[in-house]
Structures are given as C-alpha cells and as structure tokens.
C-alpha cells in the first residue's frame, strides 16, 4: 500500500525563523511526483512546491525548499526567514493509481511575532 | 483568469434532502476530483474523472454521487444515505497527463462548507 505519514501535528515558530516540516511515503514506484500543499485559514489549498523523483537537485521555490531523500523515502519542507502569512495547515501529498493524490494528516504550523 | 470555482461557498441542509454543490473550471484540464476535509483532519478522496463522461469512486464515495458531462463541469451530489455529510468540500482539477511539465498537479478551488440542520 502507498502511504503518507506526517508525524508533527503541530509545529511552532518565530518570525524570521527556518522551521522544517517532515514527511516520509512508502511507494514501490520508480518516477513519481510529491507535492508540499499549503492550506491556511481560508481553508483554500495552495501548492506550494513539487518535487520530481527522478531529479536529484531539490526543488526550490523562493523561501520554500525540499530535502528529498529518494532511499529514505523523505520529503521534508524547510521555509526560511518564516513570516505570519506562513502560519497554515501543511500537507504532504503523494500520487498514487492513476492521477489520484495520497495526503498525509497535515501539520499545523503557527508563525509566531 | 483560469482558475477552479465552487458554489455555494456555504450550504444548508435538512436531514434527508439531497444538496449538489458545483465545481467549474476554465483551464482545460482533464481530470477533476472531489474531496471531504473533516475537522483537523486531511482530505479524503469521493469520486474522481480523468475523462468526460467517465468517473470513479474514491475511498469514501458511499451516499455520494457525481456526474461528468462536460469537460468543464463535474457536480457533486451528497444524498440523503450520506449519515454525516456536514464537512468542507473541496474540488480540484488537473491535467493528468504525463506528457506535461507538471503531470497530476492538483489545483483546487475554495471549497464549500455543508452544515446539516
């Protein structure tokens, strides 16, 4: 079975900060996709980075980036110089059959002033 | 703009009533999908279709139902068998292809909350 596991519920911290968020799969596939989602109080889901398998550089998109540990089965999330905006609900997501998408449980990060 | 809309953004049900809520999108994707989000929790998938006129059940597609006659469009229907259908609801749509420089990313619209009365 292909699964998503975050482990952190909840996480904290301050402004201007890194935190990094965790997220590890299991999947027997070769060439996959993930996918970093962002869901604040909105409730809207933002994607905010994705990460080919098959790539070995890490995927950056301006103050998010991913460590992707392709044998550990690891994609955690960094964000740096952390602002109020960032504080959301974090999920990790995985494609499974076909184009569906596996979530994880989510991680709720709060930015603190 | 191309994006993904939801309507209503809040929805009011009485016991045994079937609702629908709608999801449209203008960017030409193939495929479109239907989650549930309970409270603190992550998304679980209804029904999904990778092609018009063609869907099938996700993992919780019991007392649910949809319908996919244009590209653009793909209704769902909570009925009156769903036994606890208050929750936020959120479509989504993607390209499907694997020809694509972004293959199975998900974009999603803003979502519908369902309150039963």
């Known amino acids: 079975a292909q699964t998503v596991t975050q482990s952190q519920p909840e996480m904290s911290v301050q402004e201007a900060e890194t935190v990094t968020l965790s997220c590890t799969y299991d999947t027997s596939e070769s060439n996959y996709y993930l996918f970093w989602y962002k869901q604040p109080p909105s409730r809207q889901m933002i994607l905010v980075i994705r990460?080919?398998?098959?790539?070995?550089q890490n995927a950056t998109e301006n103050r998010f980036s991913v460590n992707f540990q392709k044998a550990a089965k690891s994609f955690s999330l960094k964000i740096s110089d952390s602002q109020l905006g960032d504080t959301a609900m974090y999920f990790c997501?995985?494609?499974?059959?076909?184009?569906?998408?596996?979530f994880g449980e989510g991680t709720q990060l709060t930015v603190n002033p | 703009d191309g994006g993904i809309t939801q309507s209503p953004k809040y929805l009011f049900r009485k016991e045994g009533q079937n609702v629908t809520l709608s999801c449209e999108q203008n960017?030409?994707?193939?495929?479109m999908y239907w989650y549930r989000q309970d409270p603190g929790q992550g998304l679980r998938l209804i029904y999904y279709?990778?092609?018009?006129?063609?869907?099938q059940k996700g993992d919780i597609a019991e007392g649910y139902s949809v319908s996919r006659e244009k590209k653009e469009s793909f209704p769902l229907t909570v009925t009156s068998a769903q036994k606890n259908p208050t929750a936020f609801y959120l479509c989504a749509s993607s390209t499907a292809s694997h020809h694509d420089d972004s293959p199975d990313t998900q974009y999603f619209g803003p979502g519908t909350r369902l309150t039963v009365l």
């Open positions: 960017l030409n994707h193939d495929a």
């Open positions: 990460q080919e398998a098959y790539k070995q």
């Open positions: 997501a995985f494609p499974t059959s076909g184009s569906r998408l596996t």
């Open positions: 279709s990778q092609i018009v006129n063609d869907f």
